[in-house]
């Protein structure tokens, strides 16, 4: 249950931090160009909201309105033009509905679907009154915003932390590939060394590329080179295979020595005399040299005593065979090394303030390239069995609080949600996009009533997406 909370508070606070960012795109824009933005909610309100408050008016909780003093109530509050004030117009609330948020622009057919406020003669601070290109930078803006959004994040994390990574090149181990991998053609081992003609160098940057690619060359027992060819659904292979548990290794990892790095009073290897710093290279006389290799043998022998063989000393060069009792769950009670830069020579770049922004533009634009290549398989019969909702989001936090991780997918999420924003969908960004770009190509805009039926299929459209995700979400729980 802990673990559920932890990537539930995880996930609608960077939920909220996006949609705050996104809606005040529109905000921003909007106010500059003297367009009255009448409402600004984080999260959807129906039927009654959390709170709300508009300065100098009223505020509320849960439905219930209270004016400050000297304030009338019966003040039509509709009076005041777009540019009276910059924030003090706007109504600002948190909905129940943790599925969105809106920004409710005067004279603008949106998922408010307000008619009435459309029947009655333009205004000069309304939306519709205002020029072809004011109204296209106003929808613009969101996605605008969630893209700068993930370049600041991106920018921020490698100013904060660097950048510290092990070569591919200098894995002497090479890397350890999952089912799904082996299957198309990688032996663990190989190291990779392009993907499409293009070098490998950078792991995080790999793993895409080559999931991506046409083909990918690896060096084969540091001899060989070796062409793989990817299948064009390999994304897809990977994600079912993620989703069921089937390979403790998403796609490749390095292989690495097993090193113990702590053990825990009273467990089995404390018991049986493994100490901290040692190498394990045996289970029952089956060698385990990296942790691929270990984990699987470990597997076979739950709950029982086994002879751990281990490697000790300055130069490993003493070895025992120590009786090791494992539980249930086939644990023994250590810690182990993960860290690639604790066995291989690894590369350090630090970023100052102004070399971190070029370096955090250069990881959003990836960002939003592959996942703009990788939206194409949705469009596929086994991409859209892929397809998840909340719950498929939630699970990619981590299960510790963790506040680097955080805004790495954050910033991830944010460049996600600007590129399906500016889809060509009604009631998405993207289709008020299209249709304004209809009207400056063709000097016309489509009637009223076109757009309010548009916008009402977009949302049915929408509805029935998020039924679906989320639906696939609840099924693969029970499967």
């Excluded at 333009?122 to 915003?145: C, H, N, T, Y």
């Excluded at 533009?361 to 703009?372: K, N, P």
């Excluded at 299929?457 to 499967?479: E, Q, S, T, W």
């Amino acid at each position: 249950m802990d673990t559920f909370l932890i990537k539930a508070t995880q996930l609608i606070l960077a939920f909220a931090i996006l949609v705050i960012i996104h809606e005040f795109g529109h905000f921003l824009f909007a106010r500059i160009f003297g367009i009255r933005v009448e409402k600004f909610y984080i999260f959807f309100n129906p039927l009654t909201s959390i709170f709300k408050w508009k300065p100098g008016k009223y505020f509320g909780f849960f439905g219930k309105k209270r004016h400050f003093k000297g304030v009338d109530p019966d003040e039509d509050e509709n009076q005041s033009g777009g540019r009276r004030s910059f924030w003090k117009d706007t109504e600002y609330g948190i909905g129940w509905l943790p599925l969105g948020g809106y920004c409710k622009i005067a004279g603008m057919i949106d998922e408010s679907m307000d008619k009435e406020q459309m029947k009655l003669p333009p205004k000069d601070w309304e939306f519709r009154s205002k020029p072809a290109w004011q109204r296209l930078l106003v929808m613009i803006a969101g996605v605008l915003f969630n893209f700068l959004l993930a370049i600041l994040i991106y920018a921020g994390i490698v100013y904060a932390t660097g950048e510290r990574y092990v070569p591919l090149r200098n894995a002497g181990m090479g890397m350890a590939y999952s089912e799904a991998a082996h299957k198309i053609g990688f032996k663990d081992g190989d190291i990779p060394l392009t993907a499409d003609g293009e070098p490998l160098d950078i792991p995080a940057e790999a793993r895409m590329k080559m999931i991506q690619a046409k083909s990918v060359s690896v060096l084969r027992d540091s001899k060989d080179t070796v062409r793989i060819d990817i299948p064009a659904d390999m994304m897809i292979r990977l994600d079912e295979e993620n989703r069921k548990g089937e390979s403790a290794i998403s796609f490749m990892a390095y292989r690495l020595p097993v090193k113990v790095t702590q053990v825990s009073p009273g467990d089995g290897a404390d018991k049986g005399g493994i100490l901290a710093g040692d190498r394990i290279i045996a289970i029952d006389s089956v060698a385990t040299p990296t942790l691929d290799s270990f984990f699987p043998e470990l597997e076979k022998h739950a709950g029982k005593t086994v002879a751990v063989k281990v490697a000790r000393g300055e130069t490993l060069s003493d070895t025992l065979v120590l009786p090791v009792k494992l539980s249930e769950g086939s644990k023994m009670g250590i810690g182990l090394e993960v860290d690639p830069s604790a066995f291989y020579r690894y590369e350090e770049k630090h970023y100052g303030l102004f070399a971190s922004v070029p370096r955090g533009v250069e990881m959003g634009t990836e960002r939003l390239t592959s996942y703009a290549k990788s939206m194409k398989l949705v469009f596929t019969k086994e991409g859209a069995k892929s397809v998840g909702g909340f719950g498929s989001i939630g699970s990619i936090f981590p299960e510790k609080w963790d506040w680097i991780a955080f805004w790495n997918i954050a910033a991830f999420l944010s460049v996600a949600l600007a590129f399906m924003n500016i889809l060509p969908i009604p009631a998405l960004d993207g289709g008020h996009v299209m249709f304004l770009l209809y009207e400056v190509i063709f000097r016309r805009k489509p009637s009223e009533k076109f757009m309010e039926w548009a916008q009402m299929i977009g949302m049915g459209l929408l509805i029935l997406l998020l039924l679906y995700a989320n639906g696939m979400d609840i099924v693969r729980l029970f499967k």
